[in-house]
């Protein structure tokens, strides 16, 4: 089984990297790990020095980009609210008016066709059984 061995050399260099960095020695134990081989009997203990080699690590803090600048919009007077929701109001009003003429010229050009069909016959859409 390599791969046990590989991997408590990687925490114990972890754990030596930990206490370089931190500057405490004692604080850190490495996990406990339930290892029993077929051929330990029971109530053993196996220790397995391991020499570990650090490197030095220089770290970069990475770079910062820089932000374009936040437009924030001034803040709202109350005469500009007010104006605003006049404006609105007074759009409103247009549209609301616009759909009413339109409303009237439907109508009006509806009873225009269907008095002329009244007055003269061959205007009349041809009767449905």
Known sequence: ???I????????QTMA???SVTGKKGDVHP??????????PVGTVTVETVAVETLPVEIKPPPVPLAPPV???PARTSGDFRSEMQARI????????RF?????????ATLTRLRAAIR?????????N
């Open 17 to 19: 990297f930990v206490q």
């Open 71 to 73: 437009m924030i919009p």
């Open 90 to 97: 007074a759009n409103f009003r247009k549209h609301q008016e």
């Open 120 to 128: 003269d016959p061959s205007l009349r859409p041809p009767a449905e």
């Open 31 to 40: 996990p406990e790990r339930p290892t029993a081989a077929p051929d330990v």
């Open 100 to 108: 009413e003429r339109e409303r009237e010229e439907y109508c009006a």
């Open 1 to 3: 089984m390599k791969w």
């Open 5 to 12: 061995s590989e991997r408590d050399a990687l925490i114990a």
